[in-house]
């Protein structure tokens, strides 16, 4: 493995002498070669499509894991419109002089070498390679077991292009060792590898957690809250936290509690149980919901929980502190939303609450690299540092300080 | 331990509630409080250099530990520039409008609970008491055992003020548990520290960066190299070298490998060995150095070697590719130096080393954060996330994006 990284390792040095516009054309060369490798990659996805059935994985998995020729024409497209970004390196972030008549200036650069884990989706191998090559960083994927043959079937057609411009395959990597120890070895290879992006169940970014010397940016859980302030617009408040919880149910930026003012439960309760019913939400609510509307009793444990289903806990607070008492506790610093017209409670909201994304009068289902901006999306970081929230192209850089000098020394 | 770092975490939320002027003026606070109890912590440092006298600490170790009137006036003084620095929490650093109407808001917040690990210098725990505090920040400090009644005579002239207050004192806390063990537990409490800074010895950088689940920005060892290339001004080439090495070679900042074009090794090297001479600097050669000059030889081992003193290693390299190749073997990423003329070599050299700052004609000893104009220095880190090289006391701070809606939901 330690061979592998090194050469992984100087590869990145390759990279940072490509033009932005040769980038640009490898990366449209690399959608080409997936359309033309086509047929090889459905015939190793077909493989593994067996293997999955044979170990009874779930139909959810295996719908994961399943290439088309649609599937393989829309992870081309992602590509192209990946190499159509703006370059993210060498952007000047700051730049001023100092008092010695010496010029400073922040200029971002890629981070080096970038290991991705991630599980079943074969696309993400594609994606993560283009948005990582677009940024000059070397990349090693990691991905399911179970998509092994699909993935090493992509990895060959996006390395091609790469060995037909004299490139060192390595710029794009899989992971010698598919095992567990491997993943053990590569996040604790501080020397060779600069950044690891896990993505994948709780349990393995837990573990990745616990044990990687590598810097990681987390794509954790998302505990979203919705809560409504005596304050609020009533129809607005309803239509948000519908939106926030039924839209996509199974998705990190969608609401998993609604926290009510008690000033105003009486009266919109009894709306919200309407609403909610109409799209079948599972509503279940505390001893002061219960006494208003007809739910389930919400414990402690599903305050904690990220349901990712059309499931809803509903708790009653007093005002705009209780709300953020009880975000503080059971809050996963992902995307949280207050609904008032209130400009101090809007503000205390705002400052108070810890987390990636905060939002006045929205539905916390915004929280998403495209709809921000960012064109093509990393993922969605729960870090609190280096990247935070919905992750651009603009993250996989970091920069250096390049000073400019005419002979000056240190008195 | 951990009902105290809960108590630090629940601290930090009150530390968000005041105001840019309230932190200036409870800083003014603390500076003239550590001034009013100058007796006891000078009775406090007595009892510690006491210790440190039996203990048989060296004579340098005792001076850094040492506080005298003058040393305790520095501190409030320092305390006093914080002070007036330019509050680094609620910069909006970026926004723009989405195609809906919402507003984005990217905005500088505290990055919550610091945990500070560092050695001997009393000051510091002044220093990064007001840095975190003037950032909002909560901060947890470990000083060294034989410092520990200074630390505390300390802290609790600082926590005075915020108890007059009526504020937690957990705002400025040092860590109940000074044992190993007890660093070893803050540095994985991940759940209520979200940083760890620890300034001090490789021994301690390596085992925090191997046990630590908390991020950590590290004050690693710089390794830095200056190249003196075959089109360089030969003058500055000099001056510039003698500089960045003995203007104070203690620092991390000095150059420890000198590196020669193999093109002007000839003409050059003599001029720098009597230039080195005359400042007593002991001078260590690669092989075809030794065939110019007569000085030591220097192997593998040497140019791994941070010296932190009056020694320098030399190499003759071939051109700018070979200075590259070394620093990329041998660097720590933190500052490197060319001397150059020519447009081409200088923007290859800029471009391609990979180091926190790269220095076109300019000694590395200006890799400063007072120097860089950042105000106090919380230090220079060696991550290449989050914060790279000086890091002022924006650097304290990460962002959240704070969205303004009316009503918007997700299609």
């Not at 894991?65 to 419109?81: F, P, T, V």
């Not at 509307?293 to 005002?319: C, M, Q, R, W």
Request: proline share 3%; net charge negative; glycine share 8%.
């Amino acid at each position: 493995m330690e061979t592998f990284l090194k050469a992984a390792k100087e590869a990145s040095a390759q990279l940072l002498r490509l033009t932005s516009g040769q980038k640009r054309q490898l990366l449209e060369e690399m959608a080409t070669s997936l359309r033309h490798h086509k047929e090889a990659i459905l015939q190793a996805n077909r493989e593994d499509m067996a293997y999955a059935k044979e170990a009874n994985l779930s139909s959810a998995l295996r719908d994961r894991l399943y290439l088309n020729e649609e599937r393989i024409e829309g992870m081309a497209k992602a590509i192209e419109e990946i190499a159509a970004l703006k370059d993210p390196v060498g952007r000047v972030l700051d730049g001023w002089e100092i008092e010695n008549g010496m010029r400073i200036e922040k200029v971002s650069i890629p981070i080096g070498v970038i290991g991705i884990i991630y599980e079943s989706r074969p696309n993400v191998t594609s994606d993560a390679a283009a948005l990582c090559f677009k940024s000059s960083n070397v990349v090693i994927l990691k991905g399911g077991k179970e998509a092994k043959n699909s993935n090493e079937a992509i990895a060959m057609a996006l390395q091609e292009v790469l060995i037909n411009h004299g490139l060192p395959k390595e710029i794009i990597s899989l992971l010698p060792d598919y095992s567990r120890e491997g993943v053990d070895r590569l996040i604790r290879m501080d020397r060779y590898v600069d950044l690891i992006i896990p993505r994948g169940g709780e349990a393995l970014i837990r573990h990745v957690s616990q044990h990687a010397t590598v810097p990681i940016v987390k794509h954790d859980k998302g505990l979203c809250h919705t809560y409504i302030d005596r304050d609020a617009d009533l129809n607005k408040a309803v239509s948000i936290a519908i939106n926030a919880k039924i839209q996509r149910p199974g998705v990190c930026n969608a609401m998993e509690t609604l926290l009510v003012d008690r000033a105003i439960a009486k009266e919109i309760l009894p709306k919200l149980h309407e609403a909610f019913l109409a799209h079948g939400t599972d509503l279940r609510g505390c001893a002061s919901t219960q006494e208003l509307i007809d739910v389930a009793p919400a414990g402690e444990e599903d305050f904690h929980t990220e349901y990712l289903d059309n499931i809803l806990s509903i708790k009653v607070v007093d005002g705009v502190e209780g709300a953020i008492d009880h975000i503080r506790t059971y809050g996963s610093g992902h995307s949280e939303a207050i609904v008032t017209e209130n400009y101090t409670t809007a503000e205390r909201f705002l400052n108070e609450v810890d987390a990636a994304c905060v939002y006045l009068n929205a539905s916390t289902r915004f929280t998403d690299g495209g709809v921000f901006g960012f064109g093509a999306e990393v993922g969605i970081s729960t870090n609190k540092l280096h990247a935070r929230g919905p992750m651009g192209i603009n993250d996989l850089t970091t920069y250096k300080y390049r000073i400019y000098g005419n002979g000056q020394i240190r008195e």
